[in-house]
């Protein structure tokens, strides 16, 4: 096995892969790749190399390290999406500048309210409701908690219907199958790596459902409160619920051969039937693109 697989075995995220518009980003420790088809049929790269925070001293610390690279990969992610959607809508469409931020913006304006807010505000109706009885809160909490899943699902679900978010999905596929073919040693080609199986436990799928089922338990615990700090609570606590969850993931990673562990991730394999699809050889021929490329890209930084 070589050096880098060794280390994909020891960390939570050595690479991470990413679909975005017609290609995929894949990430390393020290750098990235964005592979993506341009107009002509030709598969585009670009490499960058990791902001600082990937390697300094806060990947460390148990917690924090999950918040602020989770931050970063968000802006990451952007970065990704913005370099391939240019370069497939031509020199005159661009997306940069004050119209990326408000678009990322009111994408987390949007996502915050929708997972967390709007199933908080309707617990908290239901707790109320019940306020005379002993089981208010746990109905409340519980109620917080079932809509806050099913909307999760739900939105993947029919958003798969979408035949451009179906191809991401695809992408997102092809992005496993490779990572699972490198992983097992076996020659990346499309014809090869598209016999590898297209779930990976160390999808961010996972951590979507691990943040979902945290708030359950974390919010439970919090008690009873007026509907005003159950709405604040449930945007403060985001980051803290963030960092639990990849603490959990990277735990979760470093013991798959354990079969309790086997057994725990079983729905985040799950939920990942909903956000893969399967890719055919182009796909995954720019997936294959993408990871060499970082691989070359890690190679070359000292």
Request: aromatic fraction near 8%.
């Amino acid at each position: 096995m070589s050096g880098l697989s060794k280390i994909m075995e020891d960390r939570i995220i050595t690479y991470g892969g990413q679909a975005v518009i017609e290609g995929v980003m894949m990430r390393g420790q020290k750098a990235y790749a964005v592979a993506m088809r341009a107009p002509d049929g030709s598969i585009a790269v670009h490499t960058e190399k990791l902001a600082e925070v990937y390697r300094s001293g806060i990947t460390k610390v148990p917690f924090l390290r999950g918040v602020i690279l989770l931050w970063d990969a968000l802006g990451l992610g952007m970065r990704a999406l913005t370099l391939s959607a240019n370069t497939q809508s031509g020199e005159n469409e661009k997306l940069e500048g004050p119209a990326l931020y408000l678009t990322l913006a009111f994408s987390l304006t949007v996502s915050i309210g929708l997972f967390f807010l709007l199933p908080a505000g309707i617990g908290g109706w239901a707790e109320h409701a019940l306020a005379q009885t002993t089981s208010a809160l746990w109905i409340g909490n519980l109620v917080e908690g079932l809509l806050r899943l099913l909307i999760l699902i739900g939105y993947i679900w029919v958003i798969g219907f979408m035949p451009d978010i179906r191809r991401v999905f695809q992408y997102h596929g092809a992005e496993h199958k490779t990572i699972n073919a490198f992983e097992a040693g076996a020659e990346l080609t499309p014809e090869v790596v598209a016999n590898y199986p297209i779930e990976h436990p160390r999808c961010g799928t996972a951590f979507l459902l691990t943040l979902v089922l945290l708030s359950i338990l974390v919010f439970t615990a919090l008690g009873p409160m007026s509907i005003v700090w159950r709405l604040v609570t449930r945007v403060l606590f985001i980051p803290i619920l963030a960092g639990i969850a990849v603490e959990y993931i990277r735990w979760t990673a470093n013991h798959l051969g354990n079969p309790i562990v086997k057994m725990l991730i079983k729905p985040n394999l799950a939920l990942q039937l909903l956000t893969t699809r399967p890719p055919d050889l182009a796909m995954l021929e720019v997936a294959i693109a993408s990871f060499q490329s970082m691989r070359k890209a890690e190679a070359e930084i000292a």
